[in-house]
């Protein structure tokens, strides 16, 4: 027949296999039969070696008597606007074939009373709602009082803001009424035209024709939930944005509707599969409102499909095949077996032999690859800053944090002033507040506005003026006017480069759970993204609230789960901000104290100008730690690898200075929007800090050492310093050294240590 596709081959003499085939008849409108999901998912389908696809064609749907529709064993039909859905219930009687999506139930979707019915029916939550049925053989369902604020529908009183929804399913144009103080009105919601869903309308009265349902308005948080369902146990979920913000539809660059990841709960999952049973459709969309902590089912669509989605191309088709095949092979005769399903618990064997289930997964994961920390240090005394201090309450406590956009601009403000009323000092230490202070505004421009996470500003406040390392005479220091330290950290932020590592991670963990390995599969890792979609998979991702480890925890969700676009809303949506002071060390002050001992002896050992002995290994490496021995036998004298790094750290700070000198160099830009001026500020600070005056060195600024070469030696090779892969070699093995004894502690002392600025965690669970 003609107006039949078939997806088998055109050549009838193509051989096939002998076994019995299974025929899926697809039965819908053109436009769903033929559109891009559809296509994927039964090119998919295809693929089960005893099973043939035929599709439908509108012409034989609209035209011919069901009798001269071909037959079929499974049918998947499903109603759209001017499809016969009495003639698919007909056929379907006719031929009695396996149904994907049961028909009768697709009458109850197409009105909203019914469907609302069924949910209440459920138990499923949905917004309190009353039904105005303007029926003259129902007078008493049409009772609707009017108020300037409020309505009352049948007895129930609905304030402003309320929703009136027709009533007939296929009736896109729902209204949403404001109250007089937010300026009244209503949104006007309507099915998708170009770039609009929805207009704002001055029209604050109700519709006085047609019958509607009248329901609480939901306060989300602008978004709107799109759940599918492909049988009870899998269910995709992904957030537009609400067109009843200001229904402007937001596009991507290839003009199609952008739509954010979405993690649903243990309890959404739950209601995702009530919904598919209780209105016996398999393929099954349906809308979700998150609202004050809850979810509530808001309109069930029926036979939906996710758009542009390969891994829920792949997994429709699969679960699809299997329930066909589960259903109808045995019927046939058909020798399949059930294949074990990606998405089933699966047995894992054990080192003793035994099997057992895996039941949970938890990971502890640092951040990525980030800029150098930094901070610095002045003393204040303007006036400028004592007002701030008090704006913001600092003398309740004598300590202030500023992290906040508007209060980093008035520090900005505050020191471009000052900068421009500092002269030409010949005074020294008049001259270092004005570098000072230069630095400082210099920090808090870089990136050209305030996010609020990367940079902060602390204040503490001396009534008798900072306290210098010199010793002064009492009576001279409390004559001493009152000051402020003003602290500026910076720098730690997630570069792109650890982001990319934290996405690849997540791309690798997957892989830890078994299945979609196959024909089906698409890529490794399936296994995982498949249980994700399931109700018994309960995923959570903490992180602390420091900037670098939220976007870590961000770019490690998108390349777990497999998604895709910008980090921001994958942050938003998936990523838990967590008190984590539970989960990392005490600060108690006995390991405060054995802290101390461990560096007392490493500063002993380190200081020593003579090669390494065999006690010194003993002290330094006593578990015979392949990666302390080696660094050990690179460093073999510390206190002459000390001088070697000093003295490259000295060549460095010049060679920079030059090219900051150098015209070609005017306007250079490095990795992470970084200055030369910074980076000379940052280098000459661990110049000035890391030999002492009495020429002895401070091991702890090892690690700082360490952290800025490595940076330099990674994302800024365009300088072509000289000596940078010395002195990263040489920092690297000091490093080696002084980190692991000063964070875990040597065998049998400080436990497990960790200093200042590395207590930064990652969590996440897998259940």
Not at 617 to 641: F, H, R
Request: glycine content about 6%.
């Amino acid at each position: 027949m003609d107006d039949i596709d078939f997806f088998e081959e055109d050549d009838e003499e193509a051989e096939s296999p002998p076994e019995r085939q299974i025929v899926v008849g697809i039965c819908a409108m053109t436009k769903k039969s033929k559109s891009k999901p559809m296509t994927q998912i039964l090119e998919r389908l295809c693929k089960f070696e005893y099973i043939t696809v035929r599709i439908l064609g509108e012409d034989v749907i609209l035209n011919e008597p069901v009798e001269n529709w071909p037959p079929c064993d499974c049918l998947i039909s499903f109603h759209s606007k001017g499809f016969p859905l009495d003639k698919a219930v007909a056929y379907a009687k006719l031929r009695n074939p396996f149904l994907i999506n049961d028909l009768d139930m697709q009458y109850y979707i197409q009105d909203r009373r019914e469907v609302y019915r069924i949910l209440q029916e459920e138990g499923i939550d949905l917004p309190r709602y009353a039904v105005l049925n303007r029926d003259p053989d129902k007078p008493d369902e049409c009772n609707l009082v009017e108020g300037e604020d409020h309505v009352v529908v049948n007895g129930a009183v609905f304030p402003k803001p309320f929703v009136e929804k027709p009533v007939s399913a296929e009736d896109h144009n729902v209204y949403i009424y404001y109250p007089t103080s937010a300026g009244g009105g209503s949104q006007r919601l309507f099915r998708k035209i170009g770039s609009r869903s929805s207009v704002y309308s001055p029209e604050s009265c109700v519709r006085k024709t047609g019958s509607y349902i009248y329901e609480e308005f939901m306060p989300t948080d602008g978004t709107d939930v799109k759940v599918y369902t492909v049988g009870p146990d899998y269910a995709h979920a992904e957030a537009r944005k609400s067109p009843a913000l200001d229904g402007k539809v937001e596009r991507d660059s290839e003009g199609k509707e952008i739509r954010y990841p979405v993690m649903l709960s243990a309890m959404e999952k739950l209601v995702a599969r009530k919904v598919c049973l209780a209105f016996k459709q398999t393929v099954c969309g349906f809308d979700l409102l998150r609202a004050n902590g809850h979810s509530f089912v808001c309109d069930v669509n029926g036979f939906s499909f996710v758009k542009n989605s390969m891994k829920y191309y792949d997994d429709c088709a699969k679960i699809l095949g299997n329930i066909i095949m589960r259903e109808l092979a045995p019927q046939f005769q058909i020798p399949w077996s059930i294949p074990t399903e990606a998405e089933d618990i699966p047995i894992v064997p054990t080192t003793s032999g035994t099997m057992m289930e895996l039941r949970c997964v938890i990971a502890v994961i640092r951040h990525g690859d980030r800029t150098p920390k930094q901070k610095m240090k002045m003393e204040v005394k303007h006036s400028r800053f004592f007002e701030l201090f008090e704006k913001y309450e600092g003398y309740k406590t004598g300590k202030l944090k500023l992290k906040k956009p508007e209060q980093l601009q008035e520090v900005l403000d505050i020191t471009r002033l000052l900068v421009l009323e500092q002269g030409a000092h010949e005074d020294s230490e008049a001259e270092e507040q004005k570098s000072k202070l230069e630095q400082l505004k210099t920090v808090l421009e870089m990136y050209g506005h305030f996010s609020g996470i990367n940079r902060k500003v602390q204040l503490t406040y001396f009534p008798y003026g900072h306290p210098k390392a010199s010793s002064e005479d009492e009576d001279a220091r409390k004559a001493a006017s009152p000051s402020l330290l003003l602290v500026l950290k910076w720098g730690g932020e997630l570069t792109p480069a650890g982001r990319v590592q934290a996405e690849e991670l997540g791309r690798a963990f997957r892989c830890m759970y078994p299945g979609g390995q196959g024909d089906y599969a698409g890529f490794p890792g399936c296994g995982l993204l498949r249980l994700h979609s399931t109700y018994r998979h309960d995923l959570k991702i903490y992180a602390s609230d420091e900037g670098r480890v939220q976007m870590t925890a961000a770019a490690f969700a998108k390349g777990l789960l497999a998604l895709e676009g910008e980090l921001t809303p994958i942050l938003v949506q998936m990523v838990k901000s967590a008190n984590m002071n539970g989960l990392l060390d005490s600060d108690s002050d006995s390991l405060s104290s054995c802290q101390h001992r461990v560096k007392a002896r490493l500063r002993e050992i380190m200081q020593k100008d003579a090669k390494f002995t065999e006690e010194d290994y003993g002290k330094l490496a006593p578990t015979a730690s392949a990666s302390l021995v080696k660094s050990m036998e690179v460093i073999q004298n510390p206190v002459d690898v000390c001088d070697q790094v000093f003295a490259l750290i000295e060549s460095l700070t010049c060679q920079i200075q030059k090219h900051l000198e150098d015209p070609k160099f005017a306007d250079l830009q490095l990795y992470h929007s970084e200055t030369l001026e910074l980076m000379l500020q940052r280098w000459k600070k661990l110049e000035k800090d890391f030999r002492l005056k009495n020429r002895r060195y401070d091991i702890s600024k090892i690690p700082d050492i360490y952290d800025c070469i490595k940076y330099d030696v990674q994302h800024n090779t365009s300088l072509k310093l000289e000596g940078t892969a010395e002195l990263f070699r040489l920092s690297k093995a000091l490093a080696d050294i002084v980190i692991p004894q000063v964070r875990h502690g040597p065998l049998g002392m400080a436990g497990n240590l960790v200093p200042d600025g590395q207590q930064t965690l990652t969590g996440l669970e897998c259940t």
